[in-house]
């Protein structure tokens, strides 16, 4: 396997962010926010700024994570916006030489609630087919969207998607609740997913692999994130499995310790930020040499 990891969690510039690449020895990193904004909508000047110190620096890029079709939106946004993204991604992935764009399902509407299924399904099929055409990969991840609700939700999508294939985060299952599973006496309670039962269900589409690991205490308290193999993600257990499997491919780690991307938690710090995220990419190397 090989080594990456969303560095705008390790600074928001793009020299910190090649910064502690270095620092960690890794020759690829995963591209996501270069001063704020996303890497598939920065001006094109600017673009080549970045690709000329990536160049310069000898760092190869892993993917884009991409918001097309995230949490972030809706799946009654409109069309047009989804198709800018691809428009302005799909050049600068080739420029690159990047394989890979991280997309998602649209945001997960209130449960019992019509999810608009159909609709989802459409607009995936031609965003992979998109992509396809221009000799790149959409991959989709089990975060915050309809696809994460369950891994019976992600097979489901991976049926009606010709040919999509997945990016699986370790860490999310434990912070979702599972809509595949009966629900409880308790309205509205469904069990917590299990990282390592929805792994195993969905291994056999997975190309891309994201590492976090944390804490779900209950339903009243924020997620605890912590350190790869310490929280409740099955984390050693899945890198375990895909060694043993021969996977070849990436594995970014995305620790949410020092800062979470979609929240404002531990903005403000950059040297801690700095700090916790070469601390758990080192860690994340000791973890490998254990398993």
């Not at 055409?133 to 009606?160: I, K, Q």
């Not at 195993?200 to 912590?226: C, F, L, S, W």
């Amino acid at each position: 396997m090989i080594l990456t990891g969303f560095t705008d969690e390790a600074a928001s510039d793009l020299a910190g962010q090649i910064k502690v690449k270095k620092a960690l020895g890794w020759d690829h990193m995963s591209l996501r926010m270069i001063d704020g904004t996303n890497i598939h909508d920065l001006p094109d000047a600017k673009f080549a700024d970045v690709w000329e110190a990536l160049e310069e620096a000898n760092i190869r890029v892993a993917e884009f994570g991409t918001m097309i079709g995230s949490w972030a939106k809706t799946i009654h946004s409109d069309w047009d916006l989804t198709l800018g993204e691809i428009d302005r991604c799909i050049p600068k992935m080739q420029k690159l030489g990047v394989k890979n764009a991280r997309i998602m399902s649209y945001a997960q509407c209130t449960w019992g609630e019509e999810q608009f299924e159909k609709k989802r399904f459409k607009r995936l099929r031609e965003i992979t087919t998109r992509f396809k055409d221009a000799g790149l990969e959409a991959l989709h991840e089990n975060c915050m969207n309809w696809g994460g609700f369950s891994a019976d939700h992600t097979l489901r999508l991976l049926d009606e998607v010709p040919g999509l294939r997945l990016v699986f985060d370790t860490g999310n299952p434990v912070f979702q609740r599972d809509r595949s599973q009966p629900q409880s006496s308790k309205p509205n309670y469904y069990p917590w997913q299990d990282a390592l039962s929805f792994y195993n269900q969905v291994k056999h589409a997975i190309a891309h692999v994201h590492v976090k690991d944390g804490i779900m205490h209950d339903e009243e308290r924020e997620p605890e994130y912590t350190f790869a193999g310490e929280g409740q993600g099955h984390t050693k257990a899945i890198i375990a499995d895909l060694l043993a499997n021969h996977y070849k491919g990436f594995v970014a780690i995305e620790p949410h310790v020092g800062k979470v991307f979609h929240t404002s938690e531990g903005a403000g710090d950059p040297q801690r930020e700095y700090d916790l995220y070469l601390e758990y990419g080192q860690r994340f190397e000791r973890l490998l040499e254990e398993i």
